[in-house]
T-cell receptor
Framework: EDKVVQSPLSLVVHEGDTVTLNCSYE??????LLWYKQEKKAPTFLFML????IEKKSGRLSSILDKKELFSILNITATQTGDSAIYLC??????????FGKGTSLLVTP | ETGVTQTPRHLVMGMTNKKSLKCEQH?????MYWYKQSAKKPLELMFV???????ENNSVPSRFSPECPNSSHLFLHLHTLQPEDSALYLC???????????????FGPGTRLTVL
């Protein structure tokens, strides 16, 4: 059965800390892995990863995919309170379907 | 299994057809959402229902008509669609706890819609 597992489910850190969020998957006919940040309503897109070992970076956020071990990590350095959100991982597979994980709820305290 | 199911998983329709997408959540949540995911575009929020009441309609054309008969079921009725409406339509649900800033949304697998 196709599945996407995120860990941890929730995390509390202090401003300035670095966090690593994990996403592992088991899907047939993998196409891409996507990271989203959900703050209020619609999740906002962060990264799309299709190739192993190539880091994608946007400011303090970065992400990398390991297609051999079937996982991805999302790193956030020098966290700020504005990073508090739910981070969703989704895997696109055959037929262009999306399979979402349950999310990691991140709280950054001042 | 996220507790949110969608049917059908794939749908091909002509521009003059009328069809409906169905979403069901088994999580006891109070809010349900319709999203559109087009190729190479961000996830677009279409409609939000809270306790069966529509609370958001993000300028969606009237050829998309949502219906929420109860907190567990959400429909998207489609008629006279255009080829550019072809996309993955995702349903999600969340608890909507009182006083909570954000509640995790649980997504269904989506319906892949192709309009010919």
């Amino acid at each position: 059965e196709d599945k996407v597992v995120q860990s941890p489910l929730s995390l509390v850190v202090h401003e300035g800390d670095t966090v690593t969020l994990n996403c592992s998957y088991e899907v047939t006919n993998f196409r891409s892995l996507l990271w989203y940040k959900q703050e209020k309503k619609a999740p906002t897109f962060l990264f799309m990863l299709t190739s192993s070992g190539i880091e994608k970076k946007s400011g303090r956020l970065s992400s990398i995919l390991d297609k051999k071990e079937l996982f991805s990590i999302l790193n956030i350095t020098a966290t700020q309170t504005g990073d508090s959100a739910i981070y969703l991982c989704a895997v696109e597979y055959s037929g262009y379907a999306l399979n979402f994980g349950k999310g990691t709820s991140l709280l950054v305290t001042p | 299994e996220t507790g949110v199911t969608q049917t059908p998983r794939h749908l091909v329709m002509g521009m003059t057809n009328k069809k409906s997408l169905k979403c069901e959540q088994h999580l006891g949540h109070n809010a349900m959402y319709w999203y559109k995911q087009s190729a190479k575009k961000p996830l677009e929020l279409m409609f939000v229902y809270n306790f069966k009441e529509q609370t958001e309609n993000n300028s969606v054309p009237s050829r998309f008509s949502p219906e929420c008969p109860n907190s567990s079921h959400l429909f998207l009725h489609l008629h006279t669609l255009q080829p550019e409406d072809s996309a993955l339509y995702l349903c999600a649900s969340s608890q909507e706890r009182q006083g909570a800033n954000t509640d995790t949304q649980y997504f269904g697998p989506g319906t892949r819609l192709t309009v010919l």
